[in-house]
């Protein structure tokens, strides 16, 4: 495959027709219309200049494509075929995503919560499509982040959002280490083996086993995700690494009061382990009480909010979106995913179809570093926050 025809690869295309059928899929590109945003000439300029010189990374995003109809979702997730959207990641001007990955994927497929089967098989036909294109490049070490750069590919970490798939085996994170995941959460909402998630109405903490996958993570190379835990969970886990912990998708519960998003002690242990906290988008969740219609500026609400509590050193863009349908994904599967937005606790707020400026990996993070840069924020800082951080914490906890 030449540059000429980079993005022009269709998800799957080494099977013959009567091995593999996809569904209609969402439109990657211009899905909604009304949803892009223009900037001012000085603001693209500077965008353009601040791209050129140094890495765009989102440290949460989705790379799959969404079917078009919301009645194929489930049977969608059980092909286990997760599409990857090359049509919507060429040119999409951000160099690295880390991939929040076939984590639910399993819950769907076999209605057993992050089946160890499943995740490897998953993870598996992920990178036997990758391997028959070269767009999408998966990134190991933080030396690929400048690879990917030169060769104007779009590079991937590998991530999961839950430790659940390892059970009580930590040998399984060498597994998931050896086929390139460098990223795990801990807990995804609903308590595991390792500690309490976002769901449930107690909060234990990080349990003995929880410190053990922590130190082999750290003693792995593998990153510290704490996105989806408890606020005791997130903090003995700060407390108990070795190397940066993180939150790769959430935002600052003083901003807006749900289980979803982070009180400020957990902000700051993550910033003082040498971590960040990436700010997302998906649907309804990072909303302000005097924004309370989720779109770019409320978004970015939470990130001035974070960056005046901890400063730009520790703050990162982690939008959480996909290319579909991301509020008809969210109202097929909410249950199945675990409730952490509060429920009855969750301050009043305008619904919407979709978070504008922020709709898909294509648009998401280019408009929150184009943001900043328009409201005043200094190049060097931009930089941190659009990928400088995410870059520090790889060179940190990778193995060189």
Request: proline share 7%; with cysteine; aromatic share 6%.
């Amino acid at each position: 495959m030449t540059d000429e025809t980079r993005g022009g690869y269709t998800a799957y295309a080494y099977l013959p027709e009567q091995e593999y059928r996809p569904l209609p899929m969402a439109a990657q590109v211009g899905r909604v219309p009304e949803a892009a945003r223009a900037w001012p000439e000085p603001v693209e300029a500077r965008a353009a200049a601040l791209r050129e010189a140094a890495p765009v990374i989102s440290v949460h995003d989705h790379l799959s494509a969404r079917p078009l109809r919301p009645a194929d979702f489930a049977a969608y997730r059980r092909s286990g075929r997760e599409v990857t959207p090359y049509e919507g990641l060429a040119g999409c001007g951000v160099d690295v995503f880390f991939d929040g990955g076939p984590a639910a994927v399993s819950m769907i497929r076999s209605h057993a919560p992050f089946d160890w089967d499943d995740t490897l098989s998953d993870l598996g036909m992920r990178l036997a499509d990758w391997a028959h294109q070269d767009l999408v490049s998966p990134v190991l070490r933080a030396g690929d982040v400048a690879r990917v750069r030169e060769d104007g590919q779009v590079g991937v970490v590998l991530t999961l959002e839950s430790c659940s798939p390892v059970g009580n085996d930590l040998d399984r994170l060498d597994i998931l280490f050896g086929l390139g995941v460098r990223l795990m959460g801990l807990v995804y909402s609903e308590s595991n083996l390792l500690g309490s998630g976002l769901a449930d109405v107690t909060d234990a903490g990080l349990t003995r086993l929880g410190r053990r996958a922590v130190r082999r993570m750290n003693d792995l190379g593998m990153i510290v995700d704490v996105s989806h835990a408890a606020d005791a969970t997130c903090l003995d886990a700060a407390r108990t690494s070795a190397a940066p912990v993180v939150v790769t998708h959430a935002g600052a519960r003083a901003l807006w009061p749900t289980p979803r998003m982070k009180p400020d002690d957990v902000i700051r242990a993550c910033a003082d382990s040498g971590g960040y906290v990436g700010i997302e988008a998906a649907p309804h969740t990072t909303i302000t009480a005097d924004h309370p219609r989720h779109d770019l500026e409320s978004v970015m609400r939470h990130v001035e909010y974070c960056v005046d509590l901890v400063g730009a050193d520790h703050v990162a863009l982690g939008p959480d979106t996909n290319f579909g349908d991301h509020t008809a994904w969210h109202r097929e599967f909410a249950a199945m995913f675990g409730k952490d937005d509060g429920g009855p606790r969750t301050p009043p707020h305008e619904p919407v179809e979709y978070v504008a400026g922020c709709e898909n990996p294509r648009e998401a993070t280019g408009n929150m570093l184009r943001w900043l840069l328009d409201h005043g924020y200094g190049s060097e800082d931009v930089a941190k926050i659009a990928g400088g951080n995410a870059l520090r914490v790889m060179r940190q906890v990778w193995p060189r």
